[in-house]
């Protein structure tokens, strides 16, 4: 765990999504429920949870049977998210034994007050409708990944947790896609440079952000192959 505010419980495409913030808040539930409750493990990082906050429909990022039981065993739990998740839901829970309920939707750039927290959705550019947050109490974190882009992602100088896609490192990348064209004509990873977020663009933010605020943390998210080996050029605030 990074600290007692954030608990990156899974993060990646093949492991899943899920972050927990202050015990209290979850971003994206792309992962088995046995993952947050398991009493034989005497595992349950549930029972404090007010907020799901969701970002898009990838089966990375939700598992619909993860979030109508933790609404089984936490009924009280709020369901946030963009117009976009609205008829996925609706559709599981036409067959659902246990459906998802306290749904509420919400509109980008708009801040609403749930649970005593500001919750802001911003866009977010990837092959489905996407969005991340900015969750806000006595901290503040900005939590943005399965994007190429943050140009549409407001500048705040008061953030404390960047929770951010570290993806790739883009000059590197390049180079690979240079050499797989060239030997075979094809490369996969022409994919992830138009879905997913190098750590120069996300680097670039946090620069915008933090021109005062010098106690801040980062959380690289999603991080992959292509990035693994450059974490030493980065500073102190860098937490994994």
Known sequence: MLSEDVRVISTGSQDGNCV????????DVGIPFVRLFNKSKK????????????????????????????????????VVCGEWMKAPIDQYNQTADFKISNVYIIDVLEEYNIDDYFITAFPLSHDVLNCGYFIEKD?????????????????????????????????????????EIKETGF????????????????????RKCATKKQDYIIIPLHTSSAFKGYLKQFDSHIHI
Do not use: C, W
């Open 20 to 27: 927990l913030y202050f015990n209290e808040v979850m971003v």
């Open 43 to 78: 595992l349950n990082l549930i029972e404090d949870l007010k907020v799901v906050l969701l970002t898009h429909t990838h089966g990375d990022h939700i598992h619909y049977n993860t979030l109508a039981s933790i609404q089984r065993y936490n009924p009280a739990v709020k």
């Open 139 to 179: 901290k503040v974190v900005v939590h943005a990944t399965d994007t190429y882009t943050m140009a549409n992602v407001p500048v705040r100088e008061d953030i404390d947790y960047y929770a951010i896609e570290f993806n790739f490192d883009r000059d590197y990348v390049e180079e690979v896609i240079d050499r």
């Open 187 to 206: 490369s996969h990873r022409e994919r992830a440079i138009e879905t997913h977020l190098s750590f120069q663009v996300a680097l670039g933010y946090i």
